[in-house]
């Protein structure tokens, strides 16, 4: 018996008939030499390599699931009864809804099996109408998805009313339903005070504002005006003289001001007074 080969999150399930004595032999989905199905796979892009049958189960890496809906092997379908794909549907709808999330699409490798199990009338090849998705209600969260249903024809060569290329075109048509992958957000580069540690990064900018008010009170202010740099230093005992500044003859020709404010001399004290004193007579 071959296993099921599911996971939650797939965007595709291929559901088969049932297995065929050689696949049944090797042990291995679609192991027969003649079956396109891996093929197929490949020349579509469903899968970004060949995969073969000793590798089905890394189909998985490419979001894909593998399952049947008889387990029962026989050499042709004809030997299965049409009960039994009834009753694999319905257990196919079971096994759907233990995945959370279930696969967004499942394709069905063959119409005739397709049409046995769901007893339609008329069924074409491609994706069915939304009258035909299968509704399952997940065993997790409860909430009820709806499963896309795509028939393409069999991926067996004995199926001889389809060629290759009319096999590969159906295949094709399953990549519109593959979700496009969302582009990796890039972080932005971590700054350096954001990795050192929160007492580092607090005696760190206490030593660095300290320094910056030193060497703001040592340089004199437009110092990019002077004709040539004033050195001063600041003791710690006498308070800091500023220098005096001539003014600047600018290239107008004009004096500009000078980058200090110059000593503006004292007005002399004028005393007024209310009522000013009598003139003696003879003066």
């Not at 999150?9 to 079956?35: F, I, K, M």
């Not at 065993?139 to 009313?161: D, E, L, N």
């Not at 001001?257 to 007024?272: D, G, M, R």
Request: proline share 10%.
């Amino acid at each position: 018996m071959l296993p099921d080969f599911l996971s939650p999150g797939l965007w595709l399930v291929v559901v088969g008939d049932n297995p065929g004595l050689e696949s049944s032999r090797q042990g291995h989905w679609y192991a027969h030499q003649t079956n396109h199905f891996w093929q197929l796979l490949y020349d579509s892009g469903i899968t970004s390599e060949l995969l073969t049958p000793a590798r089905d189960s890394e189909i998985l890496r490419h979001n894909v699931g593998l399952t049947c809906l008889v387990k029962r092997a026989t050499s042709t379908t004809a030997q299965v009864q049409a009960s039994e794909f009834q009753t694999g549907f319905q257990g196919l709808r079971q096994k759907l809804s233990a995945l959370c999330p279930p696969p967004l699409v499942a394709c069905f490798n063959g119409k005739g099996v397709y049409q046995t199990a769901t007893q339609a009338s008329y069924v074409k090849l491609g994706l069915q109408p939304p009258t035909a998705d299968i509704a399952v209600k997940c065993q997790q969260c409860t909430a009820v998805h709806r499963i896309k249903v795509f028939v393409g024809p069999s991926t067996s060569a004995r199926a001889q009313a389809y060629t290759y290329e009319i096999k590969l075109s159906h295949f094709k048509q399953l990549l519109v339903h593959r979700p496009t992958p969302q582009p990796e957000l890039k972080t932005p580069p971590t700054s350096q005070c954001a990795q050192v540690d929160c007492t580092d990064a607090t005696e760190t900018s206490t030593s660095n504002s300290t320094s910056s008010s030193l060497q703001t009170a040592t340089q004199p202010a437009h110092t990019s005006t002077l004709s040539a740099p004033v050195h001063t230093t600041l003791s710690a005992n006498k308070p800091m003289k500023q220098p005096f500044l001539a003014p600047v003859k600018s290239s107008l020709g004009s004096p500009t001001k000078p980058c200090f404010p110059l000593p503006v001399a004292k007005k002399p004290k004028i005393t007024y007074f209310k009522n000013p004193p009598k003139k003696e007579q003879g003066e």
